[in-house]
Every structure is written in structure tokens, then in C-alpha cells.
């Protein structure tokens, strides 16, 4: 049977030490069994590897920063659409993700589709609000302050124990010992990232993650569980495992059936030596190391993809268990031309 | 104790504990009573087996078994581990 033809928008094409979700969703995409792929680019800097990947990105346009604005956002969203006639958009920034919401209606009346979490879903589960989320949803998260001013730091020091992870709003984040490390934190976190900066309390364990994608009536579409096997110093997962815990399926499940989650998501865990499992930060997208998911079994591009296009999807049941996945770094070479194309034309 | 039904023993004595993702590496004697407790037997007859095959004192290898145990125990290996 002839597949059909999609043309579909992705981000997230830094693929570097701590990378964007782009290459594993574009490996996704191109292994889908439903559609054949055309992928769109959509890169912030003219240095993202992946627009140089000519093999897995067929043309690739730069997109103004989000925080230029929706509208000029939109016009660039036209043009691109005017030239390529985009069926589905998969962002995949944190940090553009507000901007791509407050269009979802917009551009699907342009014709094209995403698979969004709702403003609600998106803001509820911010890091700045997890401890009001863990406490409305009986999952357990642990004590987070989110401080939007240098002094606060004196007054909600006494909560905590040391050490203290303090972080971002989008990314990053820092294990401080003492108040002058919260604040010297505090101050390059709030330089980069924004108010408020989030303390939260350390806690000690093994790190486990979970990709998954709700259809947004609280089913769970899919869910494949990894435990980090090497982490670099960003924290991101360089190496990792999928596993069979039903302890944490079972808290993707509550996590999806309470919220009613729409999209793809990840849950990020920390599990105790006394075997207790705390929900550390909630992603409302397709995580770097979903790849994985799609080599047991379970392809959640391809999905979130159909569900986007109103098609039905049914749950994937099973994923094979104890398979690695393993990052690696890789020299592109790439000819001035092509770095000057994408730096002054804004397209490649 | 018995070990759980869901971890993997291959013959070169890699353990992988498919709940967890941790995997481990046994030496050889450890693996042949990981074999051994695979066939439910009990501590009394895989010490009967142990000790007809090794030259080695009761008490050291009671010493060692319970070292062995413990360090299973330990990693949740063991089926009577609550998870909880």
C-alpha cells in the first residue's frame, strides 16, 4: 500500500551536549509504518547540527525567537507555510511551546495540525507550580519554592536542608551547599533563564524517566520507562535502559487519566533507596532519548502525529525491555556556503 | 528466599534486573548457586552441593552464603523484597 505524504515542521534541531528532542523525533517520523515524511526545520541558530543533516532534514527555515512575539511568530509561520504547505507542526523547545499554544487554533485553521497540551495542563505542571500539582493530584513531588527576588532567598532558606537544587525556569540547574551558592546560582539561572528561579529540595536516588503520550481524554497512548545509565554533568541522560516497572507505569497512568494529559510528555523521577518513586519535573514534550521508545516498540512521533491529524490511535501494549540506547558525538563537516545561506537567507 | 521470577542470568553470570535496569556481573561460584537457587533448593542442599564439589570448611561457606544472600537481598533481588 502506498503510504501517504506528509510534510511536517519540527524543532529542536541542536543536537548537542544537551540536546534538543529534534533528531529523535525526525529518526521517528522517518521510520514511520503510516506516512512518509517530509521534514521542515525550524531552527533559532544558525549552528543547530541538524539543519546541516541533509539526510534527515529536507529544508530547514530559522524562526524568530519566541519571545518576539506571537504575531511576528505567525508571519514567519505563513511564509514558511505558503512555500512548504505544512500538514503538522511537532515543537519541541519548552520555551516555545506558549507561543506555538496561543497559535494552535490559528494555524489549524491555515491547515496546520499539532498535538498541544492545553494552557491549563501546560502552566498546573510548570516546576514553579509542581508542588501545588503533586499535592492536587496525589503524586509525590518534593518541596519546591519558586523565588522571584534575591531577598526571598533569606526567607524561604529555613525550609530546606542543604544541599539545595536550584532551577531555571526553562533549563538547567545547580546542587548549592550553602546561601551564597543559592544565590550565586539564583543569579546565573535568572540571568539566562528568567524569573522566578525554583529551589527545591534534594533528593538522593537513581534517576528514571518516562516518555509518554496522552490523547487528552486520559487514555495513555504510549509509555516506555528508562533508567539512566550515565549522566553528564548538563544532567541529561547520555546512556540509558529501558526497564519494566509497573510501579511507574502505573504512575504515568495516573499522571495521564487524572490530567487528561494531550501530547507527549515526560516524566522525570527519582527513586529512593527506600523504594519511593518522587515526580521531579513533568516536560509537556517529546524528551532527547525518545528514540528509545520508537526501537521497543513504541513510535511516539508517528502517533502524536496521527492523533494531531484527528485520527484514531490505538495504545501501544507492549515495548521490549533491557534495550540501551547509547549518544554519541559525531564531526559534521559542513562548506561555508551553507553556514552563509542559513545565516543570511534565514533557509537552507 | 528465592530469587525473583523476572531477573535474567545468563551462563557468563550477567545479571539484569528488568524492574530496575541495573545489571550486574557474578563471579563463577556466585553463579552456580544463583543456578542452583533458580532450581529451588533449598540453603541446606545447595550447601550439600557446594561442599562436595569445593574444598571448603561448612562455617565459611555458611559465612559467605549469607554475605552472598545479604547482597541480593540488598539490590532487590530477592522475591520477598516489598517493594512498597
Redesign the interface.
Known sequence: MKKRNLTIGVSGLNAIDSPGPGMAVVRGLKEAASFKARIIGLSYESLEPMIYMHDLVDKTYQLPYPSSGTDIMLSRLEYIHEREHLDVIIPNFDAELYAFMKLEKKLKSMGIHMFLPTLQQFEERHKVNLSSFGEKYGLLVPLGKAVYDQSEIFKVKDDFSFPVVVKGKWYDAYIAYNVDQIVTCYNKLSAKWGLPVILQKFVHG?E?NVTGLGDGKGHTIAAVP??K?YITDKGKAWA????????LLELTGKFVGSTQWRGAFELEMM?TQD?KYYLMEINPRIPAWTYLAVGVGQNIPEALVNLSLGQKVEPFREYR??KFFIRYSWDLLVDREEFEKISMNGEL | MKLKKNIAVSDTGYLFNPSTGESFALNPIGLEILVLMKQDLSPEAIAGKILKKYNTEKATFEKDYADFMAMLKLNLLLDDDEET
Open positions: 537513581s528514571y528508562m533508567r545509565q540509558g535502559i529501558s526497564i519494566d516497572d509497573p510501579r527513586k523504594n525491555v533491557g
